[in-house]
């Protein structure tokens, strides 16, 4: 089982640039393609980004397209989101997740997450 812990969240302006780490436990970590996610206060955990195992192919949900992006360091056992051109609706607790079983979309694809960092963009 793998293990991931999420951590770079924090407050930060409108226009401003954040990057969250991913690192992962466990020797499988480099073959399992990750996601990440986001929860705002009262809303469903929507997809937000996704990356193959090889770190080859990215995919992102259109709202976030062109301002982040997923990168990954199989030797370090981490993935990041580097977040750019931040918005408050982009406010939200973002988690990492691993191993998708089909859609990489989908939330109940994944078979493991991260507790989640906490994200917040002001005005």
């Known amino acids: 089982q793998v293990q991931l812990v999420e951590s770079g969240g924090g407050l930060v302006q409108a226009g401003g640039s954040l990057r969250l780490s991913c690192v992962g436990s466990g020797r499988t970590f480099s073959s399992h393609p990750m996601g990440w996610f986001r929860q705002a206060p009262g809303k469903d955990r929507e997809f937000v980004g996704a990356i193959t195992s090889s770190g080859v192919q990215t995919f992102y949900a259109s709202s976030v397209k062109g301002r982040f992006t997923i990168s990954r360091d199989n030797a370090k056992n981490t993935v990041y989101l580097q977040m750019n051109a931040l918005k408050p609706e982009d406010t939200a607790v973002y988690s990492c997740?691993?191993?998708?079983?089909?859609?990489?979309?989908?939330?109940?694809?994944?078979?493991?997450w991260g507790q989640g960092t906490q994200v917040t963009v002001s005005s």
């Open positions: 997740a691993g191993d998708p079983d089909g859609d990489y979309t989908y939330r109940d694809s994944y078979s493991y």
